[in-house]
Nanobody
């Protein structure tokens, strides 16, 4: 059974940084991993996605709202995906989720309904 566990959320001031981790358990397949966030009263939105083979990044994409500030990476030895978030803004405040799907190329990476597995989420709060 696939299980995803996020960690690393917290409260920071605007301009600060946080690194989220998503540890994966229960499988060896190299899934396409996505990061999503959902703020109160808003729809869940795609933040980034990554697909790697060993140390090679086959696919990495970011939402325009985070491009240049966020970076995702994957450690296949540890079965963990990371989201490094820099220059955080109050509008980045949300619950952040990691998710897994079989590949990054079919459909749309930012559609949450195309992901099969989800973590429980970790809260990120950015104060001005």
């Amino acid at each position: 059974q696939v299980q995803l566990v996020e960690s690393g959320g917290g409260s920071v001031q605007a301009g600060g940084s946080l690194t989220l981790s998503c540890a994966a358990f229960g499988y060896t397949y190299s899934y396409c991993m996505g990061w999503f966030r959902q703020a109160p009263g808003k729809e869940r939105e795609g933040v980034a996605a990554i697909w790697t083979t060993g140390d090679r990044i086959d696919y990495a994409v970011y939402a325009d709202s985070v491009k240049g500030r966020f970076a995702t990476s994957q450690d296949n030895v540890k079965n963990t995906v990371y989201l490094q978030m820099n220059a955080l803004k109050p509008e980045d405040t949300a619950m952040y989720y990691c998710a897994a799907r079989y590949d990054c190329y079919s459909g749309s990476w930012s559609r949450s309904d195309e992901y099969s597995y989800w973590g429980q989420g970790t809260q990120v709060t950015v104060s001005s």
